[in-house]
């Protein structure tokens, strides 16, 4: 199957950025799109960013102009650049990887990596 890692959160200062990177591997597949998510305490897992294979992406308001996507299709990963950040950007960021091959397609879940907006 296929297993999906996110790393890169940690803590920053407001203003500050961080690179979030969803690396997939496992069998031999496809990525038709992923999926960023983020969560806090308490709340509903929040989609706030996009892209597809096709290179189209898609950012939720409340990241749209600060957060954007990029892909190394070589790596399988997908990396969330996230520049201006605000403490109500705190949250656990998730990335969910829709992938395809010859016989099966599925959408795998990362672990999770935290990311920390405090002065």
């Known amino acids: 199957q296929v297993q999906v890692v996110e790393s890169g959160g940690g803590l920053v200062q407001p203003g500050g950025s961080l690179r979030l990177s969803c690396a997939a591997s496992g069998s031999t597949f496809t990525i038709n799109a992923v999926g960023w998510y983020r969560q806090t305490p308490g709340n509903q897992r929040d989609f706030i960013a996009h892209?597809?294979?096709?290179?189209?992406?898609w950012y939720e308001d409340s990241v749209k102009g600060r957060f954007t996507i990029s892909s190394d299709n070589a790596k399988n990963t997908v990396y969330l650049q996230m520049n201006s950040l605000k403490p109500e950007d705190t949250a656990v960021y998730y990335c969910n990887v829709e992938v395809r091959a010859n016989t099966w397609s599925g959408k795998f879940w990362g672990q999770g990596t935290q990311v920390t907006v405090s002065s």
């Open positions: 892209t597809a294979s096709g290179g189209s992406t």
